[in-house]
């Protein structure tokens, strides 16, 4: 079947339905793809109850309601059918909206998946809209939080951004009215929201030599270049709000720097998505602080709160996102400095940290995300964490790269191989990977999925290993 037909399919499932349950996942793409699909069965008439979950796990399964609903799983589910089935779930009562690499079982659930028509930079909220759009042709507006998904699923590729399909649904929103594409943009977090010296002085992927790390250095650099900084009421002016001239002033100073030091210029520059109806100076002002803000509401318990965001609230809920968004920030470098100090155990075929019980379960990848990048990029990086609500249990989050992807690895399948070996169960992408391990087994797990990614990398290129 094509996409349009599973999608097609999906919306009349939905529409059959009496009632409908969501269970999605905790970070930007789940709560997005929750926030497109609640309002789009809203706007029908129909009732829908929603559930989050940090990941479809046995424990987890408590919270899928049993009644006569439809269960939609988003941005889950095709990875863990098994447990859909061990719970009972029949395939006439079920839907999964999903974009992880599939694990079938005996009953055959109606999905939607990206991966089975070769798309792989979609996401979960991607095709929600889809299936919303295919519900209700008129709901481009909801375009907005689908781009928010990919974003925040880094489903964007380096310099030319959202891509295929995902590419179709960003037009919808520049028709609708609510995004701005800017080609050729500051690859740098923050540029809705902080001072141009402070996020550049931030900005360390590209390190740009003498400016990074230092926002001293970074403001002297911005004074050389003769750039307007301050509003005339003194304020600072976020990169946003620079003159198109300044920003192409600035971009070249910045791109000359980075050959002088013989840095690549590659990461320099990235396409952004700016939400003209979102108000200035804030982090729901373009797609990539959005999902980071949704991300801190749902990896600190609240997702809801993000779903609420995505749904037009603002107020006190959007107060509390912002504290959330501060503090998972601060947590993030906490964690990266963590790992950075402690140091990683390299194996022949990855590196490995264990950070205790120091940071949640639920932060862990990104900190191998972004601990990756500073150290040696060409191993694949395992951060181990303890589980405190479930101590038998340790977290397993691991994260690579397109170089070590175009040399054979694949996390996803290397960690729900070594889970299945010791009783744990793993999942997610080739790219970006995790699993649940009983704790007594975390030496046994280590060099089992290093010696799967041996195999790996050895496959696919016999004379490198
Ligand atoms: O789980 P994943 O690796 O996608 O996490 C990436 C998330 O972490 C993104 O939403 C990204 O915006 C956020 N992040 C952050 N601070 C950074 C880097 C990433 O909050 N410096
Ligand atoms: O938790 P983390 O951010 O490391 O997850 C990376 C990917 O692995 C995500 O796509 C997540 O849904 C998936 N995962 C999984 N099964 C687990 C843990 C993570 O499918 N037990
Ligand atoms: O569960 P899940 O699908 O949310 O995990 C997505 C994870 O995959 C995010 O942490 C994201 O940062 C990571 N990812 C990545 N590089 C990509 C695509 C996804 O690190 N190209």
Known sequence: MSLENDVRRAADIILDADSVTIISHIDADGISTEAILAQALTREGMAVDSV?????????????????????????????????????????????????????????????????????????????????????????????????????????????????????????????????????????????????????????????????????????????????????????????????????????????????????????????????????????????????????????????????????????????????????RTVIRDLLQYILDTGVTELSHLQYVHTGDRFPDTIVGIGAGMALSKLNWKKPMMVLAAMVDEPEVTKVSMRTNEWALGRGVDLQKALVEAAAEIGGAGGGHRIAAGAFIPHDTEEEFVDSVNRILKRQFASADPDDC
Request: proline residues 5%; contains cysteine; glycine residues 10%.
């Open 52 to 328: 989050f979950v940090r990941q479809l796990e046995p424990m987890a399964m408590r919270h899928v309601p049993k009644d006569g609903s439809l269960k939609l799983f988003t941005d889950l589910g095709a990875g863990q059918q098994n447990l859909l089935e061990d719970h009972g779930l029949s395939s006439d009562e079920v839907l999964i909206l999903d974009h992880h690499v599939g694990q079938p079982c005996g009953t055959t659930y109606p999905q939607v998946n990206s991966l089975d028509h070769g798309i792989t930079r979609m996401s979960a909220a991607g095709i929600a809209y889809l299936v919303a759009k295919a519900i209700d042709p008129t709901a481009i507006d909801l375009a907005k939080l689908a781009v928010i998904g990919n974003v925040g699923d880094m489903m964007a590729r380096e310099n030319c951004g959202l891509v295929g399909p995902a590419r179709e649904i960003v037009r919808d929103g520049v028709e609708y009215g609510n995004i701005i594409v800017q080609d050729h943009d500051l690859n740098c977090y923050g540029t809705s929201t902080r001072p141009v010296h402070v996020c550049l002085g931030y900005c360390d992927d590209p390190y740009i030599d003498g400016i990074s790390n230092n926002t001293n250095a970074a403001l002297r650099f911005l004074e050389r270049l003769g750039v307007t900084l301050k509003n005339p009421r003194g304020g600072w002016l976020v990169w946003e709000e620079l003159p198109f001239e300044d920003r192409r002033t600035i971009i070249s100073a910045l791109a000359q720097q980075l050959i002088a030091h013989g840095r690549e210029t590659d990461r320099l520059l990235a396409e952004t998505y700016i939400f003209p109806d979102e108000s200035e100076r804030t982090p729901l002002r373009n797609a990539s602080e959005y999902a980071t803000l949704l991300n801190a509401c749902g990896r600190w318990a609240k997702p809801r709160t993000g779903s609420s965001i995505c749904r037009g609230e603002r107020g006190e809920a959007y107060r509390d996102a912002e504290h959330m968004l501060a503090h998972h």
